[in-house]
């Protein structure tokens, strides 16, 4: 595309940029600095600037500071705020944080949704716009349905209309989704074919990424909060650190895409979030409250999170290896298992989330934009301060269901009750002999 | 974008004459031309904007012999016998390879979707003139080899339990293979992060998009037809077949009867078509259902069976779904036959809703891909057919149809797979299992399977 040809020329001026010393693309001055600079390409379409967003008491208080330390005031104070959000709404509850959750997946889509509008001027064909959240509604639809049934079960027995609403649940789900199809077929309009296709791909990778990963939110959250609120904050711990070292001893830069990272914060963000996560995992794994799985108690109709914790969560002696031993002079040390996991949990943290910065970065890059909205003064949209938290939120998942957990105890009921009586009754006889082998049941004489 | 802008105000003059009577709309002033040539066309007259990308054109594949052949007839009547013949070819091709069995069926669908996957990643590259970054193919293909093992691996950790528990590195690949595909995936990601160039990112982040559009639609969709036969060869036969003879009928009909056109988008539909399709497709899709149900090669779920060593769908107690019973027919039908029964196979009543799917949704399927060609200005997908374009032009539809018989199936007829409850349970906590085992046994004894609670000391 021609486009592409100019953007060679200003690329250049973004990366001179007057701004921070490490030459940060992100951060700019927090008056909303324009993209004119780069208006040299006729074929570019001009995302609206949004506008300086900070609340007027911050901007008084601040008044007497020059612009760099200003910034870095607001950053820190939002921080700060954003920080102690997370730990109020820990205090709510598991359903308190689903439904953040679910809204901070909202906004995120439509961070992305409105990129995808400016980009290609789409505002004028109005069906868009409908058929993008319909979509969004019939994935959340789905998702949550499944959730509810895995995890519900007995609830959802209760209950004829959810009863019923559960056993042909994928079917009504994908007749919804058809029905928006439908839709988007019939709404092409001749001469914008190309248009909406871009929309319809845009719309789906969008959905694609955000709401898979939010409900892996959840599910981690069901297997208890400590899975959900140990990898954010291990990787908000990394964004800190990695700032900080490269702030104090940064000088060798790390990657062409993002100038303002470098080797010295990404090693030194590493060992203190590693730190950081056996120090929080060890503070966090002594109460119950976070460590019991979420369930739904029949009788008080309420989320409950009231358990014998797992021998995840008790502390086990571990021999340490001579190395440390002569080091520390301890011979064994009392840990919780879980500690041995929060390394893992923290390494991927450091190593491999930055990536999806990487991308986040190389999309705002690629289409322009300085951040994905202005939602959070100093700091950009939603999305800018969740897109490390994607990638980790998948692997929390897929570490929990390969290492962690067996399947989940309700659900194989639920598909045990749904079978045959014939294959239930065979599935009887094999348990059977199985848990007598294993010496769980006294050897009885029923006939099958 | 800004080419769209242009593209209202500059239509060219037509200037591609179609001799058939196919596809004439207001669009070709941006010469695109209708699908009934068989010789290729030139789109130079439609590039008058710099930035619209130039798909070359294809070129006239049909091979030597037929051409010779068909020498003495004129154009329209060539294209006609050209289709013809090669539908034939396509039809007994699918009945070859049903004969030849459940696995070649499988190898069949893989390279289907893989040649599929090829045709749309191509024209992407041709939309986006993305041959110069070398790496954009080597991670498009990397991506399809990850999607598929994650897929793959689910499969055959379900349906072959059997064989899994045995080898050793088997079960190692099966516990943890969520873990590995999702690290075989991240590669694939990190590789595409470090490999963003300075003057392309746009154009790289498209491409990642369009291929993983791309493997959401066709692999997703194969994986489910693989499923679906593996319920049972009729799962797979007859959905196919009825979506082939909704194309068929539907163009006979519209041919013969057809006046009033359907949709702007394919201005060669007619409701003559559509309807009459629709009638006949069920008609036919009932007595195709009657045919196959009488033999169990067809309808017995395709198992790993320990003795032969292999995949087999020869021995099965046929469920009651294929069993022929005795329905009353309503009074107002009786009357009419004078018959006051009439027998069939319960899987025939099922046919009816498969064939009403195909013959009024399916359609969109072939909507969507017409829109989609007509967005990115090709004639057809691919030039792998001679006469019928690339294999997703035949295709098309049948993705649509693939989904709705999963998840028909997964709605009303069958429940979870025994053995893979099983396989959970048996991954469960002892506590958990005896739980589990109490709360069986307490519900097999309200139904009547065992006897009541009289010699437990549990």
Same mark, same amino acid.
């Given at each position: 595309?021609?486009?592409l ?10 990366q001179?940029?007057?701004s921070e !010393? ?8 927090p008056?909303?600095?324009?993209d004119?600079?780069?208006?040299a390409?006729t ?8 506008? !300086?967003d900070?609340p ?5 208080a ?12 607001v950053?820190g104070?939002?921080?700060?705020a954003?920080?102690?959000?997370f730990?109020f ?7 308190m944080?689903?439904?953040i959750?679910?809204?901070?997946q909202?906004?995120?889509f439509q ?5 995808g509008?400016s980009v290609y ?7 868009f716009r ?12 789905f998702?949550y ?9 007995t609830?959802?027995?209760?209950e004829m209309?959810?009863?019923?609403l559960?056993?042909?649940h ?5 007749a919804l ?8 077929v019939?709404s092409?309009?001749?001469k ?7 929309m ?5 990778v ?5 709401v898979?990963?939010s409900h ?7 297997e208890g ?8 904050s291990c990787?908000i ?9 490269g702030?104090?001893?940064g000088r ?6 993002s100038?303002?990272k470098?080797?010295?914060?990404f090693?030194g963000g590493f ?7 056996i120090?929080l995992?060890?503070v ?9 799985p979420?369930e739904?108690n029949?009788?008080?109709?309420r989320?409950?999170? !009231?358990?014998?914790?797992?021998e995840?969560?008790?502390?086990q002696?571990y021999?340490?290896?001579a190395?440390?031993?002569?080091i ?5 040390v009392?840990l919780?298992?879980?500690q ?6 923290s390494?991927f943290?450091s190593?491999?989330?930055p ?14 934009i300085k951040d994905?909205?202005n939602?959070i ?6 999305m800018?301060?969740?897109d490390c938290?994607y990638?980790m939120?998948t692997f929390?998942?897929v570490?929990i269901a390969?290492f962690?957990?067996?399947p989940?105890?309700s659900?194989?009921i ?5 079978l045959?009586l014939?294959q ?7 348990m059977?002999t199985h848990?007598?082998?294993k010496?769980?049941?006294?050897a009885t004489e029923?006939?099958? | 974008m ?5 593209r209202?105000?500059?239509?060219d ?8 009577d ?7 002033k941006?010469?695109l ?13 439609g590039?008058?904007k ?6 070359p ?5 049909t091979?030597?012999c037929?051409?010779k ?9 060539k294209n006609?016998?050209v289709?013809?013949i090669?539908?034939?070819?396509m039809i007994?091709?699918?009945?070859l390879?049903?004969y030849?069995?459940?696995i070649?069926?499988?190898l069949?669908v893989?390279?289907?979707q893989i ?7 191509t ?8 041959y ?5 193919r080597?991670?498009s ?9 994650f897929?793959?691996?689910?499969t055959?950790?379900d ?7 045995r ?5 190692f690949l099966v516990?943890?293979?969520r873990f590995?595909?999702?690290a075989?995936?991240l590669?694939?990601f990190?590789?595409f992060?470090l490999?963003?160039v300075?003057?392309?990112?746009r154009l790289q ?7 993983h559009?791309?493997?959401?639609i066709v ?8 499923q ?7 799962w ?6 009825i979506?082939?003879?909704?194309d068929?009928m539907?163009y ?5 009867f ?11 539909k007619?409701?003559?078509?559509f309807?009459?399709g629709?009638f006949s497709?069920?008609f036919?899709?009932f007595i195709?259902?009657?045919?196959l149900s009488?033999y ?9 069976s320990?003795?032969?060593?292999r995949?087999t769908?020869?021995e ?13 027919l309503?009074a107002m ?9 009439v027998?069939?196979y ?5 046919s ?9 949704i399916g359609?969109f ?11 990115f200005?090709?004639?057809d997908?691919a030039?792998?057919i001679?006469?019928h374009g ?6 098309d ?16 007829i069958?429940?979870?797979n ?8 048996l991954?469960?906590?002892?506590e ?5 085992f ?5 519900h ?5 399977m065992?006897?009541p609670a009289?010699?437990?000391?549990q």
């Amino acid at each position: 595309m021609t486009e592409l040809r100019h953007r060679g020329a200003t690329e250049n001026e973004l990366q001179h940029q007057p701004s921070e !010393d490490k030459g940060s693309d992100t951060e700019g001055r927090p008056d909303g600095a324009s993209d004119s600079e780069t208006k040299a390409d006729t074929g570019v379409p001009d995302v609206p600037v949004p506008p !300086d967003d900070t609340p007027e008491v911050l901007n008084k208080a601040l008044s007497g500071l020059s612009s760099r330390w200003r910034n870095w005031w607001v950053r820190g104070i939002l921080t700060l705020a954003m920080i102690s959000f997370f730990f109020f709404i820990i205090y709510l509850g598991p359903i308190m944080l689903m439904m953040i959750v679910m809204c901070v997946q909202i906004k995120c889509f439509q961070e992305i949704i409105t990129i995808g509008y400016s980009v290609y001027h789409s505002y004028h064909l109005p069906w868009f716009r409908t058929l993008s959240w319909y979509f969004l509604l019939c994935v959340n639809y789905f998702f949550y349905g499944e959730t509810v049934t895995d995890y519900f079960f007995t609830l959802v027995q209760r209950e004829m209309p959810l009863r019923i609403l559960s056993k042909y649940h994928r079917f009504i789900s994908f007749a919804l989704y058809l029905t928006g199809f439908c839709m988007f077929v019939l709404s092409l309009v001749k001469k914008h074919y190309r248009l909406q296709f871009y929309m319809f791909g845009w719309t789906h990778v969008t959905l694609l990424i955000v709401v898979t990963q939010s409900h892996l939110i959840i599910h981690n959250l069901f297997e208890g909060m400590i899975w959900f609120i140990v990898p954010i904050s291990c990787v908000i711990c990394n964004d800190i650190m990695a700032y900080m070292f490269g702030f104090f001893f940064g000088r060798t830069p790390l990657i062409k895409l993002s100038p303002k990272k470098t080797w010295e914060g990404f090693i030194g963000g590493f060992f203190a979030t590693v730190v950081f996560g056996i120090l929080l995992a060890y503070v966090m794994a002594g109460y119950s409250y976070f460590v019991c799985p979420v369930e739904f108690n029949n009788d008080s109709n309420r989320f409950t999170v !009231d358990c014998e914790p797992s021998e995840l969560f008790q502390l086990q002696d571990y021999t340490l290896p001579a190395v440390l031993e002569s080091i520390t002079g301890w011979s064994t040390v009392r840990l919780y298992p879980f500690q041995i996991h929060t390394i893992a949990l923290s390494t991927f943290a450091s190593v491999i989330g930055p990536f999806g910065g990487f991308f986040a970065s190389g999309f705002k890059r690629a289409f322009k934009i300085k951040d994905f909205a202005n939602t959070i003064p100093g700091h950009g949209g939603i999305m800018d301060r969740f897109d490390c938290q994607y990638l980790m939120a998948t692997f929390v998942n897929v570490y929990i269901a390969s290492f962690i957990r067996g399947p989940n105890p309700s659900k194989v009921i639920q598909q045990l009750l749904a079978l045959r009586l014939d294959q239930q009754l065979h599935i009887f006889n094999s348990m059977k002999t199985h848990l007598t082998e294993k010496g769980l049941l006294p050897a009885t004489e029923e006939v099958a | 974008m800004t080419e769209l802008r242009k593209r209202g105000g500059g239509g060219d003059p037509d200037s591609t004459e179609n001799i058939s009577d196919k596809e004439t709309d207001g669009e070709d002033k941006l010469g695109l031309g209708a699908e009934g040539e068989g010789e290729g066309e030139v789109e130079g007259e439609g590039d008058s904007k710099a930035d619209t990308p130039d798909v070359p054109p294809s070129v006239d594949n049909t091979p030597e012999c037929l051409n010779k052949a068909l020498e003495g007839l004129s154009s329209r009547w060539k294209n006609w016998w050209v289709r013809g013949i090669l539908s034939l070819t396509m039809i007994s091709g699918f009945f070859l390879i049903i004969y030849l069995g459940p696995i070649m069926l499988i190898l069949v669908v893989m390279s289907v979707q893989i040649k599929c996957f090829h045709e749309i990643i191509t024209i992407g590259y041709r939309v986006y003139h993305s041959y110069e970054l070398p790496w954009f193919r080597t991670l498009s293909w990397y991506f399809l080899v990850c999607v598929n093992y994650f897929f793959y691996g689910e499969t055959v950790a379900d349906y072959f339990g059997a064989l899994v528990q045995r080898e050793e590195p088997l079960q190692f690949l099966v516990r943890y293979h969520r873990f590995i595909s999702f690290a075989l995936y991240l590669a694939g990601f990190c590789m595409f992060v470090l490999s963003l160039v300075k003057k392309h990112y746009r154009l790289q982040f498209y491409m990642f998009a369009w291929t993983h559009v791309t493997l959401l639609i066709v692999v997703t969709q194969s994986h489910l037809v693989i499923q679906n036969l593996f319920e049972g060869m009729i799962w797979f036969i007859v959905p196919i077949s009825i979506v082939i003879c909704n194309d068929i009928m539907a163009y006979l009909f519209g041919f013969f009867f057809g006046r009033t056109p359907l949709i702007k988008l394919s201005p060669k539909k007619t409701w003559e078509g559509f309807i009459g399709g629709f009638f006949s497709t069920v008609f036919f899709g009932f007595i195709f259902a009657y045919l196959l149900s009488q033999y169990q090669y067809f309808v017995c779920p395709v198992e790993y069976s320990n003795e032969r060593g292999r995949f087999t769908s020869l021995e099965c107690e046929p469920s009651e779904l294929f069993v022929m019973q005795e329905y009353t027919l309503p009074a107002m039908v009786q009357n009419i036959l004078r018959w006051r029964t009439v027998n069939l196979y319960p899987f025939q009543i099922h046919s009816i809703f498969l064939s009403s799917f195909a013959s009024l949704i399916g359609p969109f399927g072939g909507f969507f891909a017409s829109g989609f060609k007509r967005a990115f200005k090709i004639k057809d997908f691919a030039d792998t057919i001679p006469g019928h374009g690339g294999i997703m032009d035949r295709f098309d539809c049948q993705y649509l149809m693939a989904t709705f018989t999963h998840v028909y199936i997964a709605s009303f007829i069958r429940g979870p797979n025994p053995s893979k409850v099983l396989q959970q349970l048996l991954v469960l906590q002892p506590e958990q299992q005896l739980s589990i085992f109490n709360t069986l046994r307490n519900h097999l004894r309200e139904k009547g399977m065992l006897p009541p609670a009289v010699l437990e000391a549990q």
